[in-house]
């Protein structure tokens, strides 16, 4: 069963940019392991709170102007 956990910025990704990277993500597997790895492969969207990781001794919390706008 392929497996794919991505972590990203809380509120960086909007429902619908998730749900595209779960079907593409899909997509892209399905045509490595042909497609009978499709009804068997998971993708795993993680957001990680403000402030959970860092990089090069600096903790990170995304600014404002890179959050998703959710669209009604």
């Known amino acids: 069963m392929p ?3 991505i972590k990203t910025p809380e509120g ?3 429902k619908a940019q998730k749900e595209e990277i ?3 993500t899909t997509d892209m ?3 490595y392991f ?3 790895a499709r009804p068997h492969t998971m993708v795993l969207i993680e957001e990680v709170k403000d402030g959970g ?3 090069a001794d600096e903790v990170f919390v995304v600014p404002d102007a890179y959050r998703a ?3 009604a």
């Open 53 to 55: 990781y860092g990089r």
């Open 29 to 31: 597997l399905a045509d």
């Open 22 to 24: 779960v079907h593409r």
């Open 34 to 36: 042909t497609e009978a």
């Open 69 to 71: 706008e959710e669209t």
């Open 3 to 5: 497996f794919v956990n």
């Open 12 to 14: 960086a990704l909007t």
